[in-house]
């Protein structure tokens, strides 16, 4: 099944609050990306987490990943309208299964951020 | 630096047609990833090259898609012949390095419309 998956699916919130997305994966990893797909375009990566990382920021941006629980967020803090995107987190599988380079998608948390 | 570039951005054909889409990645990047994104499915990856190298093709749907990478500036992805399940949005990305630790860099796609 798949290797990322986002909830929640769908996310409104006011300019200016907190956005807070999850992302489950299943199998070992070497590291969980976040990318962001604006309507119509292709997708801009965001930030990237390694295994032996817990946390880390780039600007309005926190991700977390805890490995235990195969799980990562991401925060958005003090949203903006152009913050409205669709979110996807990204794992890249370690060791003998890296397979050079692939990335397994999930399907996406739709981030609506309303003025 | 130019980004991944793909073309065409639209493509309408009816069923049965041959669909060529090409892709040029970012100059440098040794990666190139094939993708396709529907309502449906998301965002499925069909094949990637590493060092013009197919490595993985798993994802080709079946035998009616093909992919070449004849250089490290170029590369295609050729539908023959088309059905209407085919329509999609299709992203090519690419990436500096191998082993998944760098960020993929996507195109703006092409959204292909079959009749």
């Known amino acids: 099944s798949q290797q990322g998956e986002e909830d929640p699916q769908a996310l409104s919130i006011q300019e200016g609050e907190n956005a807070t997305m999850n992302c489950s994966y299943k199998t070992s990893i070497n590291n969980l990306q976040w990318y962001r797909q604006n309507s119509g375009r292709g997708l801009v990566h965001l930030i990237l987490?390694?295994?032996?990382?817990r946390e880390k920021h780039s600007g309005r941006l926190r991700v977390t990943l805890d490995t235990s629980k195969k799980s990562s967020s991401l925060l958005i803090t003090a949203s903006r309208a152009a913050d409205t995107a669709s979110y996807f987190c990204a794992t890249a599988r370690g060791g003998i299964y890296n397979q050079g380079g692939k990335l397994i998608f999930g399907q996406g948390t739709e981030l609506s951020v309303k003025p | 630096d130019a980004g991944v570039i793909q073309s065409p951005r639209h493509e309408v054909t009816e069923m049965g047609q041959e669909v060529t889409l090409r892709c040029k990645p970012i100059s440098g990047h040794n990666s190139l990833f094939w993708y396709r994104q529907t309502m449906m499915r998301g965002l499925e990856l069909l094949i990637y090259?590493?060092?013009?190298?197919?490595?993985?093709d798993s994802g080709m749907p079946e035998d009616r898609f093909s992919a070449k990478m004849p250089n490290a500036s170029f590369s295609t992805l050729k539908i023959q012949p088309s059905e209407p399940r085919d329509s999609a949005v299709y992203f090519c990305a690419s990436s500096p390095r191998e082993q998944g630790n760098q960020p993929q860099h996507f195109g703006d796609g092409t959204r292909l419309s079959i009749l």
């Open positions: 987490i390694r295994s032996n990382e």
């Open positions: 090259f590493n060092n013009n190298v197919p490595i993985d």
